[in-house]
C-alpha cells in the first residue's frame, strides 16, 4: 500500500503544475502549489500517509457534509429540504441565477454555496459564535481532536471578499429562505469554510462517513440515515460542476473544497484523505482527482460496479 | 383641454379597479387604489390638472432619470457607460440573472434596479447624506420647488426590506461594478426612490425633460446631450419590460414607477405626468398607460410618427 | 415476497390518482391511467409480478440506456464524451436553453432528450433501418425475446409531433455535434422511444444492469465497464430532474420513461420493474416512484447506506 | 453634401478594416471587406450617393422590416402580435433561450429571427411560392425598381446550412407559435434574406420609411400606422443587440442586415442607407455605424434631441 501511495503522490506531483492555487483571497493563493499528499484508512482502521499530509489547509466546502448533517439533526429532514432542494444543478458553484429563474426560490442542493448557506443559518444556536462552536465541536468529535480551530487570517479575508455569497444569501433572505439575519449566518458560513487541518485528520472526517455515523475511535456519532443522505450528496453534487464526470470516472462519495481536499468514503474498505491545492477549471484539486481516480479504478471502488 | 382631461380620468378610474398597488411595504400599500391624475403643460406654458393631482406619493423609479442625469454631470459619458451599459434586457426590473449570464458583469442599463444603483453609487459626494443632498437639490432646482423632500417611512420601509437590491448591489461589488461601500450607496438609492411630489410637480419634471435640461421657470440646468440621452432611455427602457409595447403604443419618452407616477416627455408640445397608484402586472400604472395612450393618439405624440 | 408485491401494487394504485397520464400524442394518452404493475427478480433468479405485468407499455426514455450502451460499443467512451457530456443539468428533460448559454455546445448527459439525439446518432449502421434495427437485436438480446418491437402508432405520433427533439436536433446539427442527416437520426430515436414491453420484460432489462451485462439467461452482451457508466447515470440523471430526490429516496440505479416505466438495478440483489402511467409533475411514474421507495426502503437497497 | 459624403465614406474605409465580413455561408464570406458606399435622399428628394453604392448586395436582416409590414396588411395588428411580441430582448439576433424561458412562448419582437420567421410565417398566399411572390412585389413597388430579385447562391446556402433558424422554427411549431408547414415558411424566409439590390436602391427602402409609406415616386404604399409601428421596432430593436448603444449614438430608426446594408430614416430630413460588409461583434457593419453616427451627429437627427 505504501509503495502505491507513493506512486500516487508522484502522479498527482506531475499533474499539479497544470492546476491553479485558488486566488481570490490572498490567504489562499499563497498555498504552495507543489503540495501533494494523500492519507488512507482501511477497513482494518490501518493509516497511510504520502506526501505532504501534516500540511494544515483549510477545508472550504468540505465543511458542506458536516454543517448539513447539523442542521439535519437539528431540524429534521422536512423542515432543511422544504428551503432546499436535492437536485444537482449544473451550474458553477457560485451561481445564482437559479434562485431566480426557477420558481419558487430554493437553492438547488446543499453543496452550492447559495444551498450551503441556507443549510448554515439552519443551525440551532443563540449567537452566530454559538453556532459556530456546536458545529466546530460536531468536526472535533468527528475527528476526535479537540484541537482542531479555524484560520482566522482566511475567515477575515472570506468576510471582507465574500460579497458574491453575501449577494446570494441576501437574495434568499428577500426570497424567505433564509430567516436568519444575514450577515450572522454568513460570519458562521465564512468561519466554516476556514476550519483547518491536514490530510491525515481528513481522512478520519472520510472514515467517519465510510461508516455511517461512527468516528475512527468508534464513537458513534449522528444516525446511518443523515449520513447517507450526505453521501448521496457526494455522488451528485460533491464535486461541483464536475460530479457527474467524476462519478464516472471515481464512482465514490467525495467532497472537494477549493482549499485542495478532497473526501472520498467508499462503502467498501477505504476511507480517503487527498490534498493538492492547484485546481482544475471546475475548482477541483488536480492531483486530487488524478490520485483518486486511479485508486479507485485499482481497488474497484465504484459504487456503480 | 380641462374637458379633454377629465374624460381621461374617467377613463382611468374606469380601469384602475383591475391593476394593483405595490404591495411590498406597507407604506405603498396603504396608498388609495382608486386615485387617479393627469397633469400636462402645453407649449406656452400653460398647465391643466384633472383627478388627482394634489396626492403626494413617491416617485420610485422615476428618480432614476435624475440621478443618471448627475451621474453623466459628475462623470461623464463616458466612465458612466463603462460601468453600465445601454440596451434593453426583456427582463424584469429587479432581474439579476444577466449579471451573471453575460459576461463582463454589467448591468445591461441605467433604468433596471441594478444600473441604477451603478449609477447612485457614482454620484459625487463625501457621505451618503451628502450625495443624496446634491441629488435633491437637483430635483428642487428641476421642478422649482425647495419644499420637495423624501417620505421618511417609505425610506425604511425600503431600507429594511429591499434585500433583492441588495443582492444586485452586492452582486455588482464583487464584480468590480460598483467600487463604493454597498449599504451607503444603498441608502442613497433607497431615498431617491422615496422622494415624494404631487402629479402637478412630476409635470414640472417631464417639462424639464421636454425642453432638454430648461425647467419651467426658464433655467438651463444640464446639458442638452444629458437630457437627450435619459429621453432615449425612457423610450428604450423606461417602461420596465413593456417599453417596447409603450413604445408602439404611445411613442413618447416616458418613465414610470411602482409608486404610481408616469412622467411622458414629448419633443413637441406637451409634458405630460399622470398619477394612478394600481398597477398593472409589469409594474406600471394600469391608469397612467390608458391615460398617455389615449392622449397620444389624439394629439399625434408619437415620435415615429 | 408476493404478499408483499400485492401490498406495494395497492399503494401504487391508491397514489396513482393523483398523477396523468402523458398526454402529448393520443396513443400515449389513452392509456389506463389505473393500471400498476411490478415485477421483481430476486439473486436466485426467481420471479415475482404483481397488478398489471403483462400490458404492453412504450419503453420511452428508458430505452436511453440501450441506445447509450451500443453507441458506447460502437464508438467507444472518448468519442461518445467528446460530444455529449456527464453532468446533471437541473432542468427538464426536453430543455434547450443549455444548449445555447453553455458554450461550447454540449448536450449536459445522454439521459436529457438532447443527449440521447445525439447518442442515437453515434449508432452505426447505413441507413436509419439498420441502426435501429441494431438497436433493437440488442434489446431482444438483453431481454431474451425476439418479439420484442415497437409501436408503429406511437412511433408515427412521435415523428409527427416531436418538434421540440427536432429542434434540439437541428440546434446541435448547427453546432456540429451531430454529423448526421437529421431526420434519419430522430427516425431512429422515435422508433426506439416506441419500442414496447410489458413490465415482466422490463425487469429483465433491470435485471441485465444488475449483472454488468449478463441477461437473465446467462449470456454476457456488453462489458462491465460500460453498464457501470450507464448505471452512473441512472444514479445522477436517470429520473429526470427528479434524480437528485430520488437518489436521497431510492438510492437505486433506475431510468424511467413517460410511458409509465422505471427499471430499478440494485447491484445487491433484486433487479426491479415497475409501471404506471399516471405521471408526476416531473415526468416520472407516480405509483412506481411510490413502490420503489417503500421496496428500497424495506431492503436496504441504497448504494448510499 | 457629395464632400461631406466623401468624407464620410473616408472616415468608413478607415474603420472597415476593424471589422469582419460575415462567414457563415461561403456567398457573403467572398464580399470584398473593403466595400463602403452611403446614399443618401434629401427632402427635396435630391440623391447624394459617394463610395461603391451600385454593388449589389443581400440584404438579409433589413427584410424583417417589409415582411412585419406585409403581414400587418394581411393579418391585422391583434393577430400578428398575440403571436409575435414587441419587446427588445438583450439577447443575440439568433438567440432561442427565451422560446423556452419565458412562458408562454412568443418571440420577443419581430426583429430577432424566431420573431422575423414567425411574421413570414403569416405572410397569405397558397404556396411558398407566391408567399415570397406578394413579399417581393411589394419590396419593386417600394423601391420602383421590377429588376428586384434574390440571390440564388446565398439562398440555397441560407437554406443548406440555416439550422439554427430552423432550431427555432420548429421550437415555435411546436409551442403553436407557427402554424403553416416549417420548411415552406423557412423557405420564404431564406429568400427574403437573400433579396439583393444596391445602396442606392436600399436608400429608397429607407425613404418610404421616411415618408410613412408613400414612395420616392410618390405612391402611397401602406399605411402610416404600419409604417410607424415598423419604425418604432428600428429604434427599440433595429440593430440587434447594439440598438440601445445605437438610439443613444444616432438616434434614427434603423434597420441593419448582416450583408453589410443598413437602412435609417429620419422623420426629418434625410433617409439614408450605407452599405459596408465588415461587421462588428454584434452584427452590425462597422463603417455604416460610424458614417451614420457623424451624419446624425452634424445633422442634429436625433428623435430624442
Known amino acids: 500500500m505504501q509503495n502505491y501511495l507513493d506512486l500516487l503522490v508522484k502522479n498527482g506531483k506531475e499533474i499539479a503544475s497544470k492546476g491553479k492555487v485558488a486566488g481570490y483571497i490572498p490567504a489562499l493563493k499563497k498555498m504552495n502549489s507543489n503540495y501533494v499528499g494523500i492519507s488512507v484508512i482501511d477497513s482494518n482502521k490501518n493509516i497511510f500517509c504520502s506526501g505532504n499530509t501534516n500540511i494544515d489547509f483549510t477545508i472550504q466546502s468540505i465543511s458542506k457534509t458536516v454543517s448539513l448533517l447539523i442542521a439535519l439533526e437539528d431540524r429534521g429532514f422536512d423542515y432543511v429540504f422544504s428551503k432546499v432542494g436535492m437536485e444537482p444543478t449544473g451550474d ?120 455511517n455515523g461512527t468516528n475512527y475511535e468508534g464513537q458513534k456519532i449522528v444516525s446511518d440515515k443523515n449520513c447517507e443522505i450526505v453521501k448521496t450528496f457526494m455522488i451528485t453534487c460533491g464535486m461541483y460542476n464536475e460530479s457527474g464526470e467524476y462519478a464516472i470516472e471515481v464512482g465514490v462519495p467525495s467532497k472537494s473544497g477549493v482549499g485542495g481536499g478532497i473526501i472520498a468514503s467508499s462503502s467498501k474498505n477505504f476511507s480517503i484523505a487527498t490534498f493538492g491545492p492547484a485546481l482544475n477549471s471546475k475548482g477541483n484539486s488536480i492531483a486530487g482527482i488524478k490520485m483518486l481516480k486511479m485508486f479507485s479504478e485499482k481497488n474497484n471502488l465504484s459504487i456503480f460496479r
Open 92 to 211: 458553477a458553484f457560485n451561481s445564482l441565477k437559479k434562485l431566480e429563474t426557477v420558481q419558487p426560490t430554493k437553492p438547488f442542493n446543499p453543496m452550492i454555496n447559495a444551498g450551503a448557506i441556507a443549510v448554515t443559518s439552519m443551525i440551532k444556536g443563540d449567537s452566530s459564535d454559538e453556532k459556530f462552536e456546536r458545529l466546530l465541536n460536531l468536526f472535533r468529535r468527528i475527528i476526535g481532536d479537540d484541537s482542531i480551530g479555524y484560520n482566522k487570517n482566511v475567515y477575515l479575508s472570506e468576510k471582507e471578499t465574500g460579497n458574491r455569497n453575501r449577494s446570494m444569501a441576501y437574495f434568499m433572505k428577500d426570497a424567505g429562505v433564509i430567516d436568519t439575519e444575514v450577515e450572522e449566518s454568513l460570519d458562521v458560513y465564512f468561519k466554516q469554510c476556514s476550519i483547518e487541518m491536514n490530510c491525515l485528520q481528513l481522512a478520519k472526517l472520510a472514515y467517519f462517513f465510510s461508516n
